[in-house]
Each structure stands twice: as structure tokens, then as C-alpha cells.
């Protein structure tokens, strides 16, 4: 690996495309990603982990496969002898810039929509660890801690596949202003898996 792609998470990432983004715009696909990227999942197995109906679920999965995000895996066989159709995350997400200006957030965000009802499910008891805090931040001060930060959890993405024996650990860094802000967004986001 370059040295600026080891120090610039961006020279790793591709814009998303439309179709990426309208994908990854619903709480719900950003959970169906995240949960096909932890086993193997049926429609059916979605839709009652997510409770809701099979032709919601497959709905949001062909969204999903359709923009690359999700793919079948191996039919199976189920515990009743019937033939499952599983899918799996391509893991593509993660390596997704996309410009926060480019999102329509005025009926929320779906990243942290999707973290708030993963976290509730899970219950208190499952948070590993958190940091708050409030930093004074030029922009360029923003674009350094967001590089940053990117940067190691870059290094744990590329290196997940080694720990897979081991529990799955979710998360979300969300810089924000302290102060509503009156101009328009700025900055990018890895889409996250």
C-alpha cells in the first residue's frame, strides 16, 4: 500500500453514485447491510431479526443487490428441508465517499437512524466503550481529526476478516456542530458496512 493511501483514507474511497446513495438513504438497508455482513441472511431471516413483513424486507434487499451492496450467496438448505436463498454484504459500503452535501437530511440520516434502533435492541448493556466530548474546530481542524480518525478505522476494516471468531462491535463517529449551523453541510462520509 501507497503511503497516501495509508495516511489519506479519501485515496481509498470512490465518489458514490446516485443509485449508492438512494440505496444506503433508508435505516433499514443500512441494517440489512450491516446484519448480511455479520452471516449469511434469508429475506425471511431479515424480516423477522428486523420485524417487518418478507415483501418489506425483499424489497430493501433487491435495492440493495441491485446497487451492488448485496449479493446472493450459495442456496442452502433450511431447517426444514426447503431451499433458502441466503445473501451477504459485498462489503463495498465502507469504501464509499459521500459528500455530506449531496444528502437529503431533512427527513433524518439513515447511519444514525439505523445506529439509534441497533443500539436499543442491543440495550445499554452491550456499549463496549464511548468518548463525548467538545473540541473548538476550524474546518481544516474537522478535516484533519475526521482523516484521522478514518485512518485507524481503515486499518481495522482491511484487517476484520482475522477476527471473525471474534464478537461483532458496532459503531458511528458523527462530528457535529455544537450550534445549528446556518450554511450548508460540509465534509464526507464513508458510507460504513
Not at 441466503?86 to 464509499?96: A, N
Not at 437530511?105 to 440495550?123: I, K, M, R, T, Y
Request: proline share 8%; hydrophobic share 35%.
Amino acid at each position: 500500500m501507497t503511503d497516501e493511501r495509508r495516511t489519506d483514507p479519501e485515496a481509498k474511497r470512490r465518489p458514490a453514485t446516485p443509485q449508492e446513495l438512494k440505496a444506503l438513504s433508508h435505516p433499514l438497508r443500512v441494517r440489512i447491510v450491516r446484519l448480511c455482513g455479520d452471516r449469511e441472511l434469508t429475506n425471511k431471516q431479515l424480516a423477522d431479526r428486523l420485524g417487518v413483513d418478507p415483501g418489506t424486507a425483499y424489497y430493501h434487499v433487491r435495492q440493495l443487490v441491485d446497487a451492488g451492496f448485496l449479493e446472493p450467496a450459495e442456496v442452502r438448505t433450511g431447517e426444514t428441508g426447503a431451499l433458502e436463498k441466503p445473501y451477504r454484504s459485498t462489503g463495498r459500503t465502507w469504501w464509499l465517499s459521500v459528500p455530506l452535501e449531496d444528502l437529503d437530511l431533512s427527513e433524518g440520516f439513515a447511519p444514525v437512524d439505523a445506529f439509534q434502533q441497533e443500539l436499543a435492541e442491543a440495550g445499554p448493556d452491550s456499549i463496549a466503550t464511548y468518548a463525548r466530548f467538545s473540541l473548538h474546530l476550524s474546518p481544516e481542524d474537522v478535516a484533519e481529526l475526521d482523516r484521522r480518525i478514518v485512518a485507524v478505522i481503515d486499518e481495522f476494516v482491511e484487517t476484520d476478516a482475522e477476527r471473525r471468531h471474534l464478537p461483532a462491535h458496532g459503531g458511528l463517529f458523527l462530528l457535529h456542530r455544537t450550534e445549528p449551523s446556518h450554511g450548508a453541510p460540509g465534509g464526507t462520509a464513508p458510507a460504513g458496512d
